[in-house]
């Protein structure tokens, strides 16, 4: 296997600038040059140094096998998501900076990336839209299990009150939980502004 692969699903929806040739950052929120290794890590070719450790690989992807039968039934469209954490890697929370760390410098510097507990979500999606929660009841359910920690609902928007805008028209929003070995594993949809 390749050390780097090109992005595939939504991740490529979100680094595609749409036919807009105005730079990097003309209307994509993911680099255009993102790679993705193995491990599930986007970045640069020259940032992705270093390889998870076998087990902790084997683990996502197991994760990502035993996800994807309860996103299939989702409205619109979701996919797992999963890094593998190397060897260096501290467990840290799901913030901001950790979700920059998972995509190197291949997201929009200007993105703004907001997170909520998981559950904080989950009672308000109960609250808001009934009907549309019950589908996600079984996903909610396997992130809150004991093997993720510090579930987090993720998303990354842009400033679109400047008259001069950037960023992307595809924002990634994530359902993800951290594993006790610094893994990260969970779900990606999209946002899509038209």
């Not at 920690?149 to 008259?163: C, Q, W």
Request: aromatic residues 10%; contains cysteine; proline residues 6%.
């Amino acid at each position: 296997m390749a050390r780097f692969e090109a992005l595939t699903g939504l991740l490529k929806d979100c680094a595609d600038p749409y036919g807009n040739t105005g730079g990097e950052w003309c209307n994509n929120m993911i680099s255009p040059e993102a790679v993705r290794c193995r491990s599930g890590r986007i970045g640069r070719p020259n940032e992705l140094r270093g390889e998870s450790d076998p087990e902790m690989l084997a683990r996502i992807q197991e994760l990502a096998a035993e996800v994807q039968p309860l996103v299939s039934g989702l409205s619109g469209s979701v996919e797992p998501f999963f890094v593998a954490a190397r060897t260096d890697w501290k467990r840290r929370p799901l913030d901001a900076q950790a979700v920059r760390r998972m995509f190197g410098t291949t997201l929009f510097p200007e993105a703004i990336i907001e997170t909520m507990p998981l559950q904080q979500w989950w009672a308000q999606m109960r609250r808001q839209e009934p009907d549309f929660a019950g589908h996600w009841a079984p996903l909610i359910a396997w992130l809150s299990s004991d093997r993720f920690r510090l579930a987090k609902y993720v998303t990354l928007r842009t400033d679109r009150g400047s008259g001069d805008y950037k960023g992307g028209c595809v924002l990634p929003k994530m359902w993800l939980g951290r594993l006790d070995d610094g893994s990260v594993g969970g779900v990606l949809s999209v946002d899509v502004w038209a």
